[in-house]
């Protein structure tokens, strides 16, 4: 499929046929900004990457309610309860330090369609262990799997997307939040569609079978990545090969570019090495990864201690059944979480990121607040305002910090420095992850809801660095500061 671009809607040159030309990785980068034609395959990757992160998100929330079973069928000891459970967030962080690297060293196409394999073949591991080490050991090759897919998928969402208007790069950034909630849903209803079908002698099958779906998508990825998914055609033209650039746009966005090939040898964008995860911490990038880390290590501390202990605090609310705290838990992530980050997307390229954290961050302070000081609800009117500030919560955690913490990460690099850049980012998140997750038991069995006062500090940690460094990379050409760079050679 062949577009016309105007002059003056892009900085590639026009030729006489209405082709594109280009000259350069900045006019590859022009074309993607002014976005695909009608029809093009980039919405599918688009769409196969945010599936991506539907696995991360099904594969870490997906034994919330299996830890009991787990722990009676092989007798652990709460520290073997720890183990199987933090062990994928332990993967994680290890992955998301390599992926990183990886994302800019080899690009996003292979690292992406390597990382599928790690879910498929975790995930029935899991659902077959004989014993715990085995589901620990199958645990953290898919905390492996998760930390790889994040810079890659974000590096995907923010490379096949414009820069400005409906579905930019922010809001398909953003996307990550509802799809992220979705999935914790969609585990949640697998929950409790197999509570309902199982019998009582079979329960032992739950936590199994929960796992071992997860295997499901990310066979389907991989059965369509040859039809729609290519790389990404800002990298491969950062890496000097116009040519291949060309071949992407024609492939993925419907535009039949030409190469220049009075052009020359095209330069290389800053090379991938070990050292840029330095580069994040001087320049005008220290700022940037600074606010980016505070807003993901603050996001991830309290939506993991309110999120994944929510059947837990659910239960000690309503004092209920199995059955009440998962319809409970289901309703306020798809009403609230769920709901916030659709705002989110459909709101940012008007309000920006910013804006949008900040009210957001103000959402959870506030709510849990409200929770420290009602405290263990003792009538049916606490137990409605407990359950509201939780709303709230969650409905803040969508809004802003939940959408936002990705967006910040992977706009505030070019694409020579975003797969470090979210790596960077994902493993202080992962290792802000396993604290809480450790951390939220042993105080909730301490402080009882008075917990909620430390879990506060985190969106007022959250809220003083949005307001010590206001940036905003919704809009931004950021892309542009790799092209400023490059010299011919």
């Known amino acids: 499929m062949s577009v016309s671009l105007a002059p003056d809607r892009a900085n590639a040159r026009v030729d006489a046929d209405s082709r594109p030309v280009i000259k350069s990785a900045a006019d590859v980068s022009s074309l993607v900004n002014h976005g695909a034609a009608i029809g093009s395959d980039a919405r599918v990757v688009v769409a196969i990457a945010l599936g991506g992160i539907f696995l991360d998100a099904y594969d870490l929330g997906a034994l919330a309610f299996g830890m009991k ?101 922010a809001a398909r950034v953003a996307m990550w939040c509802p799809v992220w909630y979705a999935a914790i849903s969609v585990s949640y209803l697998l929950v409790l569609g197999l509570y309902a079908v199982l019998p009582a002698h079979n329960a032992g099958w739950l936590w199994r079978l929960i796992l071992g779906f ?54 290389k964008a800053r090379r991938a090495t070990w050292s840029n995860y330095g580069a994040l911490l001087r320049g005008v990038y220290l700022r940037r990864t600074v606010l980016a880390t505070v807003i993901a290590i603050a996001s991830s ?95 803040g955690q969508g809004v802003g910090p939940g959408s936002h913490s990705m967006t910040f990460a992977s706009l505030s690099y070019p694409t020579s420095l975003r797969g470090v850049g979210v790596g960077f980012n994902q493993t202080l998140m992962r290792a802000s992850s396993t604290v809480s997750l450790f951390l939220f038991p042993v105080l909730s069995a301490a402080l009882g809801t008075k917990v909620f006062w430390i879990i506060a500090v985190a969106p007022l940690a959250g809220l003083v660095a949005l307001l010590a460094v206001r940036w905003e990379p919704s809009g931004y050409d950021v892309d542009a500061e790799d092209f400023a760079a490059q010299q011919p050679r």
């Open 301 to 395: 501390f309290a939506y993991n201690a309110v999120a994944f202990g929510l059947p837990v605090i659910i239960s000690s609310f309503l004092a209920q059944s199995m059955l009440t705290t998962i319809l409970a838990s289901l309703a306020l992530n798809l009403c609230f979480a769920f709901a916030g980050g659709l705002f989110s997307v459909r709101t940012v390229p008007k309000y920006g990121a910013w804006k949008l954290s900040f009210v957001g961050y103000a959402f959870q302070l506030a709510a849990l607040v409200g929770l420290a000081i009602v405290g263990k609800p003792s009538t049916g009117a606490q137990v409605v305002v407990a359950i509201a500030f939780l709303a709230a919560f969650l409905l």
């Open 214 to 267: 997860g295997a499901v998508p990310a066979i389907a990825i991989i059965l369509i990545r040859s039809r729609y998914m290519s790389e990404s055609p800002v990298w491969a033209a950062n890496q000097g090969d116009l040519k291949g650039a060309a071949a992407i746009l024609k492939r993925s966005y419907g535009i039949d570019a030409r190469v220049d090939e009075t052009a020359g040898v095209a330069p």
């Open 69 to 169: 079973d787990i722990a009676r069928e092989f007798s652990l000891t709460p520290t073997g309860a720890g183990f199987v459970a933090s062990a994928i967030t332990f993967g994680a962080i290890i992955g998301a330090f390599l992926g990183g690297y990886l994302t800019d060293k080899v690009g996003r196409y292979r690292v992406f369609m390597a990382d599928m394999f790690f879910f498929v073949v975790a995930a029935i591991a899991c659902a077959l262990a004989p014993n715990a080490w085995v589901l620990g050991g199958a645990r953290f090759v898919m905390g492996l799997g998760v930390g790889i897919d994040l810079p890659v998928a974000m590096a995907f969402l923010a490379e096949f997307s414009r820069l400005q208007g409906r579905g930019n790069k």
